[in-house]
């Protein structure tokens, strides 16, 4: 079994900044990607930020200058540093995890935390 925990949202003042956490924990083998996602009311889930195992860095064209997503590999832990906050980062937050778990080490799934609401006010 695998757990991803988020931790780290809030409500914050637009200009502001919050840092998000989220520990991979389980029975886990490796991690070959770990990312945020978010979803505002009424919308689609979109991808935020993912990093690979080689450091990889990927961005949602709305957030690039303005957040960095980094991971602590022996903690299995990824962050998602968010500066320069606008009402529109308003959204839960999940935390998403591409791993091999020991129960089925050649085969990578989708794993996801439970969300994080970040509330950004104008």
């Known amino acids: 079994q695998v757990h991803l925990a988020e931790s780290g949202g809030g409500l914050v003042q637009a200009g502001g900044s919050l840092r998000l956490s989220c520990v991979a924990s389980?029975?886990?083998?490796?991690?070959?990607?770990m990312g945020w996602y978010r979803q505002a009311p009424g919308k689609q889930r979109e991808m935020v930020a993912v990093?690979?195992?080689?450091?990889?860095?990927n961005y949602a064209d709305s957030v690039k200058g303005r957040f960095t997503i980094s991971r602590d590999n022996a903690k299995n832990t990824v962050y998602l540093q968010m500066n320069s906050l606008n009402p529109e980062d308003t959204a839960v937050y999940y935390c998403?995890?591409?791993?091999?778990?020991?129960?089925?080490?050649?085969?990578?799934?989708?794993?996801w935390g439970q969300g994080t609401q970040v509330t950004v006010s104008s």
């Open positions: 998403n995890g591409k791993i091999r778990p020991m129960s089925g080490k050649f085969s990578v799934n989708d794993y």
């Open positions: 389980g029975s886990i083998f490796s991690i070959d990607a």
């Open positions: 990093i690979t195992s080689g450091a990889y860095r």
